[in-house]
């Protein structure tokens, strides 16, 4: 009995030292083994807006400056964010040749913009990658990755070679659609605030966006499916012969919303081999307090905007007085957080295996959750990856793995293509 009692408590014993070392890791040792894999890996952030004054007094990205401008040099060596693709993004306008040569010239502005703070204002801290082997070259010289990514086909007007041009300035992604329908394709959302399924332009991805497709594949440009409608983003897969992206999308398996993914689309692009990444942004990661939905309603109504083609049409002083309330109304309301931007990363995981998901901050484009507020605070995103088991070879495809992956197999498939050859050698 005696021999049983000793064998009990040794036995006992083990199992207490053994649950010990494997499960009961400290909060200490956590942020530790965190630590050193974000260390490590590359983290790349697919969609951070620039405003059309980037690179000026008013947004030096050296220097923090006012309202909503979340990603800084200085806050990204903090938070070791490496690589982030900053946004070309043209608001949707009418469908004709004087909105389209407007959008273009806006969207020169902000392609000239990344140019110059990247080669004239901080050539030493920051450089201009435009292959996946580039991001590692430059990464591993210590200096910050800008990458560029289209957001909104709409400045490309109904000519097909300025898709060539915007690979020359450096874009290395393509999102057809933003916020209301365009030529190339019918968009997720209408202009007006309702979230249900706006009546259909196209019917999915119109003749010309199929087009765009195509040039996009030759020239070695990723195709982008966030912010398309369902058949927009399935015909874009469809008609991709490369892999695509979604560049900043949730997931309806977690929370409903127009802008997110659903499942057909998510193994759609398994199947196609491309990369979800998965956006922190409040309103698409769960459910909004119906408080907070009726405060901004009646603040539209207040400015009397209609859809946010009407933002554009505010004063100066309407804009900062429209800022300071939807503020207001923002600290009344805590947003979403990183628990959320992991549940959504979770369940892609799980139906589409994780050699397909990334992560998109959408800053400065109205992302940011709590927890990961700005550039400074990206480690949080890699500690919660680690709280909740992946290794640090899962959090590196993640971070930036796959994406890098898919940008290379794009370069691949267009350098094989007759269009590319023959341009080279133009
Ligand atoms: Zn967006």
Redesign the pocket.
């Known amino acids: 009995m005696k021999t049983f009692k000793t064998f009990l408590i040794a036995t006992a014993a083990v199992i207490a030292l053994s649950s010990a070392s494997v499960w009961a890791e400290t909060d200490a040792e956590l942020i530790a083994r965190a630590r050193a894999i974000h260390d490590r890996v590359i983290a790349v952030d697919t969609?951070v807006d620039i405003p059309a004054n980037y690179g000026t007094d008013a947004y030096d990205p050296m220097k923090p400056g006012p309202r909503g401008q979340q990603v800084h040099l200085p806050t990204q060596v903090e938070g070791g964010l490496d690589a982030t693709f900053l946004i070309v993004f043209v608001g949707q306008g009418e469908l004709g040749v004087q909105g389209y040569s407007k959008a273009l010239s806006d969207a020169m502005i902000k392609f000239s913009a990344i140019h110059k703070v990247t080669e004239k204002m901080y050539p030493d801290k920051w450089e201009l990658a435009t292959t996946a082997n580039d991001v590692r070259r430059v990464t591993a010289a210590g200096k910050k990755v800008a990458l560029i990514g289209i957001?909104n086909g709409y400045p490309m007007g109904e000519e097909i070679d300025l898709l060539d041009v915007f690979y020359d300035y450096g874009a290395r992604y393509f999102g057809h659609t933003?916020i209301g329908h365009n030529q190339l394709g019918d968009s997720s959302m209408s202009l007006t605030r309702e979230l249900t399924e706006p009546k259909p332009l196209h019917g999915g991805l119109s003749a010309l966006g199929k087009q765009a497709v195509k040039r996009c594949n030759e020239l070695g440009i990723m195709n982008d499916v966030?912010?398309a409608g369902k058949q927009t983003s399935l015909d874009i897969i469809a008609n991709s012969k490369a892999p695509v992206i979604a560049s900043?999308s949730g997931v309806n398996g977690v929370f409903k919303h127009p802008r997110n993914l659903s499942d057909e689309e998510l193994l759609a692009i398994k199947k196609n081999n491309g990369v979800v990444q998965m956006v922190a942004f409040d309103t698409y990661l769960r459910a909004v307090p119906k408080g907070k939905t009726d405060a901004m309603a009646s603040l539209w109504v207040e400015f009397g905007i209609k859809d946010f083609g009407d933002m554009g049409k505010l004063t100066p002083e309407q804009i900062t007085s429209y800022r300071a309330k939807s503020d207001a109304i923002e600290l009344q309301f805590p947003k979403a957080g990183i628990k959320d931007l992991a549940d959504h990363i979770d369940y892609t995981v799980k139906l589409i295996g994780i050699g397909h998901v990334g992560i998109a901050s959408?800053f400065n484009?109205g992302g940011g959750i709590l927890g990961w507020s700005g550039a400074g605070e990206t480690f949080n995103v890699t500690l919660e990856l680690a709280k909740r088991g992946y290794t640090e070879q899962q959090i590196e495809k993640i971070w930036g793995g796959n994406l890098l992956r898919v940008l290379a197999d794009v370069e691949k498939y267009a350098a094989k293509t007759k269009y590319n050859q023959k341009r080279g050698k133009a």
């Open positions: 969609h957001e933003h966030s912010h900043h959408d484009g």
